[in-house]
């Protein structure tokens, strides 16, 4: 369904998926007057449990769907493996963004690289493997080594493999369940940032400033804002990922994530149709959170100043740091806590984060190093 006018507080808005980033997306909607609603299988969900209203269903959930799109008026979604075919129900009778269209190309790899190059960024070489006949030709693309990544459905480094022969490639396809995959060529990084944006039906953007990523066995760890990079590539950045934005007539918040290579060169890695872990910084250091952005956009209201206020490190919680000695957390009084409301604790599961403002990147990463290290 079109927006036919801006959507303003007081109206409910609604979230697929109970996640942390769903629960954020609530804080923020309820923190600007607006009721809420969140549809997620799980009765625990952290942003079920704090929402206005919570329909208990799973994704393609007919009745689940239909009473979403009774009580919003204008509906997004916490998480990019949301089934298409959901959102392209909802969109019958409410107000869906980011669309069904714009979220199947953010699901699969194949389709976010291509629509990428053709919005002129540059990606990676890299070649589809749909079955093992297509492995000779594309290990020619690549070389090794290469890294192989299911083409959908992966995060957080799951799903992927370094590989560097061709039996490997082989063997780890197989090993995938024979899905489709691509195989990428592997890269020397310099560097990894990421952007994030706002754009509105009607097109107007605004995007935030560079965060540089740091990731720990495939987790993103820590987040630094702004990122340690010339102007040029920060300008470069930022207007790689609205140029995609506005290619793809996006509406929402969209996350495009960077890698930079020795020389400098600015190469696309993955885009996520959402808010994004390595922008939770905006939730202490910017105008704008990028919570509050995704519900301005959503509304069709004017998309808020992603300026920065100060310079941010971000630093994930995760499971393995369980139980947390929150005495030595509150010992600097610098630092932001935020966490997820989630009960059980495991392994890489991500429990909350902190961000550390200081007068420098240096001296905000010297106090959320030492707090990180008083905890492990
Ligand atoms: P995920 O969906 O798990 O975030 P990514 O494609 O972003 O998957 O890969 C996870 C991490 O693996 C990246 O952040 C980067 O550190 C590393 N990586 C991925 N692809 C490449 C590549 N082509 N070259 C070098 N490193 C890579
Ligand atoms: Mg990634």
Redesign the pocket.
């Known amino acids: 369904m079109k927006q036919s006018s801006m959507i303003f507080p007081g109206s409910t808005v609604g979230v697929l998926g109970g996640g942390q980033l769903g629960r954020m997306f609530v804080v923020a909607a309820r923190t600007m007057g607006y009721k809420t609603v969140v549809l997620d299988p799980d009765k625990n969900s952290p942003a079920g449990t704090i929402a206005d209203h919570h329909i208990c269903a799973g994704y393609e959930d007919d009745a689940g769907l239909q009473q979403m799109a009774d009580l919003c008026e204008a509906v997004t979604t916490e998480f990019e493996n949301v089934p298409a075919a959901s959102l392209r129900k909802l969109a019958e009778s409410v107000f869906v963004a980011p669309s069904a269209e714009a979220v199947e190309i953010a699901q699969h790899?194949d389709r976010e690289k291509s629509y990428a190059r053709e919005a002129g960024l540059e990606t990676?070489a890299y070649a589809n493997i749909l079955s093992v006949s297509d492995i000779a030709l594309a290990v020619e693309t690549t070389g090794f080594p290469a890294?192989l990544?299911l083409s959908a459905l992966?995060?957080?480094?799951?799903?992927?493999a370094i590989v560097n022969s061709t039996e490997e490639v082989t063997e780890k396809f197989e090993e995938f369940g024979s899905v489709e995959c691509v195989l990428?060529?592997?890269?020397n990084?310099k560097q990894?940032v990421s952007v994030i944006l706002g754009r509105n039906a009607q097109g107007e953007v605004s995007v935030f400033p560079v965060a540089e990523?740091v990731?720990v066995n495939?987790i993103l760890h820590t987040s630094t804002v702004p990122a340690n990079i010339t102007d040029e590539l920060t300008t470069k950045a930022q207007q790689q990922a609205m140029a995609l934005a506005n290619a793809m007539n996006y509406v929402g918040v969209l996350t495009v994530?960077f890698?930079v290579t020795g020389d400098d060169q600015l190469i696309f890695?993955?885009m996520a149709p959402r808010p994004h872990n390595s922008s939770h910084y905006t939730l202490d250091a910017t105008t704008t959170t990028q919570f509050e952005q995704q519900v301005r956009t959503l509304c069709g209201l004017q998309p808020g100043d992603g300026r920065l206020i100060s310079p941010v490190v971000m630093v994930n919680l995760l499971g393995d740091l369980w139980p947390v000695n929150w005495g030595k957390v509150f010992s600097e009084n610098a630092l932001k806590l935020h966490l997820y409301g989630k009960e059980e604790a495991r392994p890489g599961r991500k429990m909350g984060h902190y961000n550390v403002l200081a007068e420098s990147t240096e001296k905000a990463k010297e106090i959320a190093e030492s707090v990180f290290k008083l905890i492990s």
Do not use: P, V
Request: net charge negative.
């Open positions: 790899r990676t890294i990544k992966g995060y957080d480094g799951k799903g992927q990428e060529k592997m890269l990084l990894e990523n990731h495939g994530e890698f890695n993955e």
